[in-house]
C-alpha cells in the first residue's frame, strides 16, 4: 500500500534563518506531487505542483522554493523565513493520472518568531 | 471563476443522529469533487472521491452525491459517532485553468456530543 511521511512535523524557526521540509512517498511511482499551505479561515492553498523529476510548477510567488531531487520525493525549503510563512504545510500526492484521488502527509506545524 | 462553498460554517448534533453535509459549487465543467476529513492538528484524510460521470460514492456509514447541473455535493453521515467529530472539507478538480489546483471549500466543523 502507498504511504506518504513528512517531516518534522513541528518546527519553530527565528525570521530570517533557512528552511527544509521533507516529503516521502512510498509504494508507488511517478506520483504528482503538491505542496500547500493551510492558514486558519482561509483554506488550502496550492504552493507547488511536481509531475516529474525536476518538473516543478509554482502556484504563488513568494519567499519559498521546492524541489524534487528524486522520484518520491519532494522538498520546500527557504532561504530566510518571514513571519509570514509561519502555518501549517501539507504534502500530498495523486497517482500518474493527474485526476485522481489526492491523498495528504501528516503535516508540518511551522511557526517562525 | 470556480468557487466552492460549504454551509454551515459549524455543526454541532447529539450522538446517533444522520446529518448531511453541504457543499456547492459554481462551474458544473469538474473532472470529479473529493471529501476529506481533517482532525485538530492533522492532516487530511480522504473519505470520498466522486467522479464526474458518477452520481454516488459510498464507504461505510459515509455516502456521498453528486448532482453537477445543480452545483452540490452532500456527505451523509449515518448514526454519527463522536469519533466523527472533525472538520469535513470538500474539493472540486476543475477541467477549465489549472486542473492540477484543486478548488477548496472553508469546511465544515462537526461536533458529535455523546
Known amino acids: 500500500s502507498q504511504t506518504i511521511h513528512q517531516w518534522p512535523a513541528t518546527l519553530v524557526q527565528p525570521v530570517g534563518s533557512p528552511l527544509s521540509l521533507e516529503c516521502t512517498v512510498e509504494?508507488?511511482?511517478?506520483?504528482?506531487l503538491y505542496w500547500y499551505r493551510q492558514a486558519a479561515g482561509r483554506g488550502l492553498q496550492l504552493l507547488f505542483y511536481s509531475i516529474g523529476i525536476d518538473q516543478i510548477s509554482s502556484e504563488v510567488p513568494q519567499n519559498l522554493s521546492a524541489s524534487r531531487p528524486q522520484d518520491r520525493q519532494f522538498i520546500l525549503s527557504s532561504k530566510k523565513l518571514l513571519l509570514s510563512d509561519s502555518g501549517f504545510y501539507l504534502c500530498?500526492?495523486?497517482?500518474?493520472?493527474?485526476?485522481?484521488?489526492?491523498?495528504f502527509g501528516e503535516g508540518s506545524r511551522l511557526t517562525v518568531l | 471563476k470556480q468557487e466552492v462553498t460549504q454551509i454551515p460554517a459549524a455543526l454541532s448534533v447529539p450522538e446517533g443522529e444522520n446529518l448531511v453535509l453541504n457543499c456547492s459549487f459554481t462551474?458544473?465543467?469538474?473532472?470529479?469533487l473529493q471529501w476529506f476529513r481533517q482532525d485538530p492538528g492533522k492532516g487530511l484524510t480522504s473519505l470520498l472521491l466522486?467522479?464526474?460521470s458518477q452520481r454516488e460514492q459510498t464507504s461505510g456509514r459515509l455516502n456521498a452525491s453528486l448532482d453537477k447541473s445543480s452545483g452540490r455535493s452532500t456527505l451523509y453521515i449515518a448514526a454519527s459517532q463522536p469519533g466523527d467529530s472533525a472538520t469535513y472539507l470538500c474539493a472540486v478538480r476543475p477541467y477549465a485553468g489549472n486542473n492540477r489546483k484543486l478548488i477548496w471549500g472553508l469546511g465544515t466543523s462537526l461536533a458529535v456530543n455523546p
Open positions: 462551474d458544473s465543467a469538474i473532472y470529479n
Open positions: 466522486i467522479q464526474s
Open positions: 509504494g508507488t511511482s511517478n506520483p504528482n
Open positions: 500530498a500526492w495523486t497517482g500518474q493520472v493527474f485526476n485522481g484521488e489526492l491523498f
